[in-house]
């Protein structure tokens, strides 16, 4: 079973700060699902990265998936009170998924 | 097709009751997941369903956990003599083969 470890596990800061949370895992991922899940509701897939190296935006989002394919990161740009959720990243394209604790990012206005 | 949907959102029960959650995948998907979130944590798998078949299910899921497809739509998780350590979100998702998942907002179960 691979073992994902995201850092920070908690993170608090101003609007307008920008920010980068890391995934990192124990092997290779064949491809890496980031998700963001808001309090009582269930996560929502932001991106996939597949291939090492590869860099995603999703407006002020942007993804790295490392080039040996064992981390990624996400760093957000100017955040806002928006953002706040817990960040989850997951190996994907297995038959289950299996998330790490993620990092729980609060921003205050 | 709205998404995937589950019921109740909240359910209250008194430990030693029986409990039933639905969940109501997107049509189109043929895999649906159940799992379970305690706060603090990621979400933890318990089990999932190809069509009406149970391929998997996780060693968290003891015999009081029970869960059916029975005609590859939708999906229930019985909790039989629930324990206060139950307490948590159940999530459901779905997704079409290894496509990106799709949650519902869950059920957070309270046992008092």
């Known amino acids: 079973t691979q073992l994902l470890e995201q850092s920070p596990q908690f993170l608090s800061i101003q609007e307008g700060e920008n920010l980068t949370v890391y995934c990192n895992s124990s092997s290779v991922f064949s491809s890496l699902q980031w998700y963001r899940q808001e309090p009582g509701e269930g996560p929502v897939l932001l991106v996939t990265?597949?291939?090492?190296?590869e860099v995603k935006k999703l407006k002020r989002l942007t993804f790295q998936f490392g080039d040996a394919r064992k981390d990624s990161s996400l760093h957000i740009t100017a955040a806002q009170p928006g953002d706040t959720g817990l960040y989850l990243c997951?190996?994907?394209?297995?038959?289950?998924?299996?998330f790490g604790k993620g990092t729980k990012l609060t921003v205050n206005p | 097709d709205t998404g995937v949907s589950q019921n109740p959102r909240h359910k209250i029960t008194k430990r030693g009751q029986n409990v039933t959650f639905r969940c109501d995948p997107i049509?189109?998907?043929?895999?649906l997941y159940w799992y379970r979130q305690t706060l603090g944590q990621g979400p933890e798998f318990l089990t999932y369903f190809q069509n009406e078949a149970q391929l998997e299910k996780s060693r968290l899921l003891s015999d009081r956990f029970s869960a059916e497809r029975p005609k590859g739509s939708f999906s229930t998780l019985e909790i039989q003599r629930t324990e206060q350590g139950d307490s948590a979100m159940y999530l459901c998702?779905?997704?079409?083969?290894?496509?990106?998942?799709?949650f519902g907002s869950g059920t957070r179960l309270t046992v008092v």
């Open positions: 997951v190996e994907g394209g297995s038959e289950k998924l299996v």
């Open positions: 998702a779905s997704s079409r083969l290894d496509l990106g998942y799709t």
């Open positions: 990265v597949v291939t090492g190296g």
């Open positions: 049509s189109e998907h043929n895999r």
